[in-house]
């Protein structure tokens, strides 16, 4: 750490050195800078499906135009509204339980090399099983409420959390442990001091990719057997030839998936300012 | 034993093997025919042998030494962080088995929190000791005040310059005075001027605190203005070649010591004995 922040650079004055932090100004236009290109490709995209779509090249009840999904997203709010709360929230406890689960199983394997031993290979192991297989088994066992979808959900997020978690408790400086020891530090001193909040850039990155599994997850539950929730909107609309429903369904569940993203990155920030500020100084790169 | 050529051998006491036959002080760090094997798959590697020192309270003793002497591995068998496969290391009187409390240990990296506010770096020693909150925090501005990270307690690791974060570092070690303050070549990561302030401002602090200091350094001027005697090390296996005793005032003014003669002595004859393995100085 010292290294990199010595390459930086540093503004010196008899060896008394503070690294300017960027003001709120320069912040956005880096924000903006950084952010153009993606929403131009968008934008692109956007155009290109409006472009088919008015022209005509493809069947209208293949792809519908813009306008006519929209429409009926505004027609059929309630509709919409109530399976998308059905989806966000098997989601929801879906990611919640898989934190949960995660967090705890990575500390029990950093401190215990018998239990990682003996869990690690069967957690690599069911990674490859497709958890999507066995949904219908999910469906046969827990019936068609929500507890299968939050079931797949779990078991989908799950694996994320625990790898970034494991790699982050493990990543933790050994001469800062090493210093702690000489302070007679407790174990849980130097898990609560120093382990575990150096685990948390590592935990927030698998967090990322574990929260819009969880959508996949819960989903795809739905797909399987249900009476409600996106997933059945979207089959139902396949089934009846209403691809501007389809369309509306699909929107509606990115839509999802890029809020609870953003609200993921929204609590790292604000969680972990220090990690943020590093980050955007172009000291460190991301996980 | 190999360390027999001692230019001052009358105020060391570190041939003395009989504890009972010493009738001085005790002294801060005694290590006794100390060596250390480490066992890998493929061989046994000897990192020290036959290493004995004995270090009076309120000392400076530099050690120097090509990279794989295993100057690190004597600072950690001092510490408890390691365990010495034969021999004896005792600190402040009593034998170490564990990591000792008793002593400040800095790193040639910072190891700073950077979730942490330096001034909270500096308190981490206090919270994990369950210090008194008031009693620790009146130490901590003490030692800003000494080091000169006035204006700097807010700020997070990653904006202070390797120096500052060094000074944290120290700050850190000295937080709850410590009779030992180990140091494993804290000064190697930074460039050649920021190096020459801190070894300025160590030699005050040790003249302040009166703190018993072992430094590991890859630096022999660093470690002739610095210290009352350098031990200079041989590498494969790590032992001790020669301990020089230092002969200048006990406060040094950086540029004079520099220009002594008993300062170019003392570093041309540790070069002499370091051969081309020493790194810069």
């Avoid at chain 1, 199983?105 to 990674?127: D, G, H, N, R, W």
């Avoid at chain 1, 698998?206 to 089959?235: C, H, P, W």
């Avoid at chain 1, 993921?264 to 955007?280: C, F, G, N, Y």
């Avoid at chain 2, 070649?241 to 540790?270: C, K, N, S, W």
């Amino acid at each position: 750490m010292s290294q990199s922040a010595l390459s930086s650079a540093p503004v010196k004055t008899a060896g008394v050195a503070l690294r300017e932090s960027p003001s709120a100004r320069e912040r956005f236009t880096d924000a903006a800078e950084k952010s153009w290109r993606p929403v131009a490709l968008l934008l692109a995209c956007f155009v290109a499906w409006w472009v088919i779509a008015a022209l005509e090249l493809v069947e209208p009840y293949l792809v519908p135009s813009p306008g006519k999904t929209f429409e009926v997203i505004v027609d059929k709010p309630d509709y919409l509204w109530q399976h998308s709360w059905v989806t966000t929230y098997e989601t929801l406890i879906g990611f919640v339980v898989a934190v949960a689960i995660g967090v705890f199983a990575a500390v029990i394997m950093v401190y215990s090399s018998t239990v990682e031993k003996t869990l690690y290979p069967i957690l690599l192991f069911a990674q490859v099983v497709p958890k999507i297989a066995i949904a219908p088994l999910f469906v046969v066992w827990l019936g068609f409420g929500m507890a299968p979808k939050i079931v797949i959900a779990v078991l989908i997020a799950f694996f994320p959390v625990v790898i970034s978690m494991v790699t982050g408790l493990k990543a933790v400086d050994p001469e800062m442990l090493q210093l702690s020891s000489t302070m007679g530090a407790k174990p849980w001193q130097t898990f609560v001091k120093i382990r575990f909040p150096a685990s948390l850039p590592h935990l927030f990155s698998g967090l990322k990719v574990a929260v819009t599994l969880a959508v996949t997850g819960a989903v795809v539950g739905e797909f399987v057997g249900a009476n409600e929730g996106l997933g059945y909107v979207i089959l139902q609309a396949n089934g009846n030839l209403d691809t501007p429903m389809l369309f509306a369904g699909l929107l509606v569940m990115s839509l999802i998936g890029v809020v609870l993203f953003v609200i993921v990155e929204i609590a790292e920030k604000l969680l972990l300012p220090w990690h943020a500020s590093r980050r955007e100084s172009g000291v460190t790169t991301a996980f | 034993m190999s360390e027999i050529d001692q230019p001052d051998g009358a105020n060391m006491t570190q041939l003395v093997k009989d504890k009972t036959a010493d009738s001085g002080p005790e002294p801060a760090v005694r290590i006794q025919d100390v060596a250390v094997r480490f066992r890998s798959k493929k061989r046994d590697v000897t990192a020290l042998t036959d290493v004995s020192l004995d270090v009076t309270p309120g000392e400076f003793v530099a050690i120097v030494g090509p990279s794989g002497c295993g100057k690190s591995t004597l600072l950690k068998l001092v510490a408890g962080l390691l365990k010495s496969s034969s021999g004896q290391v005792r600190l402040q009187g009593e034998q170490v088995a564990g990591p000792r409390h008793d002593i400040g240990y800095v790193f040639q990296r910072a190891a700073l929190l950077e979730w942490r506010s330096a001034l909270k770096n500096i308190l981490l020693q206090a919270e994990i000791r369950k210090l008194p909150a008031a009693q620790a925090r009146a130490r901590a501005d003490e030692l800003i005040r000494m080091t000169g990270l006035e204006g700097f307690e807010d700020a997070l690791p990653h904006e202070l310059s390797g120096g500052m974060q060094q000074r944290v570092a120290l700050c850190r070690a000295l937080l709850h005075r410590p009779p030992v303050l180990l140091m494993d070549e804290p000064f190697g990561a930074l460039d050649a001027l920021t190096r020459e302030q801190m070894n300025v401002e160590l030699h005050r602090i040790w003249r302040e605190t009166g703190t018993t200091v072992l430094l590991v350094t890859h630096s022999i001027a660093e470690a002739v203005y610095l210290a009352d005697r350098v031990v200079v090390m041989s590498p494969r296996p790590g032992t001790i070649q020669e301990i020089i005793q230092v002969d200048l005032p006990a406060e040094r003014d950086y540029a004079e010591t520099m220009g002594r003669a008993e300062f170019r002595d003392a570093t041309t004859h540790i070069r002499g004995l370091l051969g081309t393995a020493a790194e810069d100085d």
